[in-house]
């Protein structure tokens, strides 16, 4: 049994795809469809259910998977093993990221990495589905760290380092009644119309828990992704925005408030699997992002 037919059938489970997993892997999707049905002949168990438009684990796939992953699992411990006493770590690191990071210099710290690594191939992806979207791969193996926002407790199967914060504020239009304000109370906000991202990002998470707690209704007509934007479309009359401080600038046409009577806080924290060990180049990361982003 090779590790390449392991790994190529893990990847295919994780991504329900073989072209996703080709693309994951660099390879080409019929390298990865031989390398599958070479492990089910010598399993002699069909492992993949395969239709037009998914795939699916079978009973026997769903009893090798874990296997698998404990055999690539103690294979790349093994590889770093023998790199680290050549003095140098290799492989792949798959690096998860907010499309707004702010509080953290991101490509310094991967840059800084890369120095250090430069034998780890960094491979750096934003999920279209916020923080859920990263802890949800991490959950899976398409990641192996992430950096989130997600308030409370940390997921299950998740632990989450705190690396910084930032105080939400509430944006508007001039002219809108708020606007000359300095601070509004939450229960001011009843339905009015907001700008917020969708469910699943930590901005979202956060505005919606705090209007929960306090027993305020409202409503979210626009959906953003790109948190940068967030005051455009409040200076264009759009809505108003809940945001983090640190996106805010001072820019023509809104006005920032605070906002009391609510626990609005954007945190902003490290993720990593509790169900696996972490390999040496991502417990390298790990430790680099704790040593800059620690207090001075």
Do not use: C, K
């Not at 390398?35 to 002699?44: F, I």
């Not at 300095?182 to 991202?197: P, S, W, Y």
């Amino acid at each position: 049994m090779e590790l390449r037919h392991l790994e190529y059938f893990a990847a295919v489970a994780q991504e329900r795809s073989f072209t996703r997993a080709a693309a994951r892997l660099n390879t080409v999707q019929s390298n990865v469809s031989a390398a599958v049905r070479s492990l089910e002949r010598e399993l002699g168990a069909a492992l993949l259910e395969r239709t037009s438009r998914t795939v699916s684990l079978t009973d026997a796939g769903a009893a090798l998977l874990p296997r698998a992953h404990a055999v690539l699992d103690a294979a790349r411990d093994a590889r770093d093993a023998v790199s680290q006493v050549r003095g140098g770590l290799r492989g792949t690191l798959r690096v998860g990221t907010l499309t707004s990071v702010g509080l953290v210099d991101l490509p310094e710290l991967l840059g800084r990495f890369h120095r250090q690594h430069p034998g780890v191939r960094l491979q750096v992806s934003v999920a279209p589905s916020g923080s859920g979207g990263l802890v949800e791969a991490l959950r899976e193996r398409r990641l192996d760290v992430a950096l989130v926002s997600v308030p409370g407790p940390a997921p299950a199967g998740i632990r989450l380092t705190r690396l910084a914060e930032s105080v939400i504020d509430l944006v508007v239009p001039d002219g809108h009644r708020l606007a000359d304000r300095e601070e509004v109370h939450i229960g001011d906000l009843a339905d009015l119309e907001f700008i917020d991202f969708p469910v699943g990002y930590g901005n979202r998470t956060v505005a919606d828990r705090a209007f929960a707690a306090a027993s305020v209704a409202r409503r979210v007509g626009i959906e953003i992704t790109d948190i940068a934007t967030g005051a455009d479309f409040v200076r264009h009359g759009l809505g108003i925005a809940l945001l983090p401080r640190f996106v805010i600038a001072e820019r023509p046409g809104t006005r920032r408030l605070t906002v009391t009577g609510a626990d609005l806080t954007w945190p902003l924290s490290l993720a990593v699997p509790t169900n696996r060990p972490l390999g040496a180049a991502a417990r390298a990361l790990r430790d680099l992002i704790a040593q800059r982003t620690a207090p001075a």
